[in-house]
């Protein structure tokens, strides 16, 4: 098959460097980390020990085929961007796969590209940009996709089989949307605090103080879901997030990569639209607002 990663920084060059055991892969992503697979190939310690040889070039406009299986792993501020300059390689049969974080990636999305023709996916497993050329896996995560719409299951069955055999243990969920929710809340419960207090994931529960924010967190994002009317628990996602938390004691979030590397974070599309939404449901939602002001405050951009 011949898969597209748009985005690869740490988790696309993880999916790309293991989906290129078996397919044609071709990684778009920045100069420097092209630059690097392209003189040594591309690196990965920790979980997974790999260091292969797969193609990597900086922009759309130098991959000269239409892929059967497009994956869009930017960051969500850059979804919109990434598809509009994607569309010039999306073919007739052409599915798209959204691998990222955040509430508002299809929306954005399904502005250019049919929801028919959609996939959804999100995973759990920790991964680190160490430099160009080099990632880490830091965490053995799970990996949840479904179809955007009936018609589009058969390809999501398809693309967990693809997963699969190249040792990325994947489910189909026939409620996928159910599922990005379920991400969200996580994130929204743990990034933002490892990011405000400088610290990996499994401090969290270490320390009293911060697991009962997390509880409150975790517990005014899941009344927002159902408000929006997905099907979650409030005893069931605290239980779900310390079980992530746990998973990924000695990982650093993504969200406190990107301050510590003087990016943008997804705060926006993360607690950002959790608050938009309690607001629309006329819902107190202030530790989320708290969140995303706090990060915007220690952001450099």
């Not at 098959?1 to 293991?18: E, K, Q």
């Not at 598809?83 to 999305?109: F, H, M, P, R, Y």
């Not at 990325?168 to 599922?179: A, G, Y």
Request: include cysteine; charge should be positive; hydrophobic fraction near 40%.
């Amino acid at each position: 098959m011949n898969i597209v990663i748009f985005g690869a920084g740490a988790m696309g060059s993880l999916f790309g460097t293991l989906l290129s055991k078996k397919h044609n892969v071709v990684l778009i992503s920045r100069s420097s980390h092209v630059d690097a697979i392209r003189r040594s190939g591309l690196k990965v310690t920790g979980k997974t020990k790999l260091n292969v040889k797969v193609c990597a070039v900086d922009s759309v406009n130098k991959v000269m085929f239409s892929p059967d299986l497009l994956v869009i792993t930017v960051k969500s501020y850059d979804t919109e961007g990434a598809i509009k300059e994607a569309k010039s390689i999306i073919g007739d049969n052409t599915i798209v796969v959204s691998l990222q974080n955040g509430l508002d990636n299809i929306e954005k999305i399904e502005k250019h590209v049919n929801r028919e023709r959609l996939v959804a996916c999100i995973t759990t497993h920790g991964v680190v940009f160490s430099k160009p050329g080099l990632i880490k896996h830091t965490g053995v995560g799970k990996t949840v996709l479904g179809g955007l719409s009936i018609r589009n299951t058969q390809n999501a069955v398809g693309i967990a089989k693809m997963l699969n055999d190249v040792g990325i243990k994947t489910t189909v969920s026939n409620d996928v949307v159910k599922e990005i929710w379920i991400k969200a809340i996580v994130n929204s419960s743990i990034n933002p605090l490892t990011a405000l207090f400088n610290c990996k994931n499994g401090y969290v529960l270490e320390n009293p103080i911060l697991e009962n924010i997390l509880e409150k967190i975790c517990g005014e994002s899941t009344s927002i879901a159902i408000t929006e009317g997905i099907n979650v628990s409030y005893d069931d996602m605290i239980r779900n997030t310390k079980e992530v938390i746990r998973d990924t004691a000695n990982n650093y979030s993504s969200m406190l990569q990107s301050i510590q590397q003087g990016k943008q974070t997804e705060i926006d599309s993360i607690n950002g639209v959790l608050l938009e939404v309690g607001r629309k449901h006329g819902l107190e939602s202030l530790m989320n607002e708290l969140l995303v002001y706090s990060i915007k405050s220690v952001c450099k951009k």
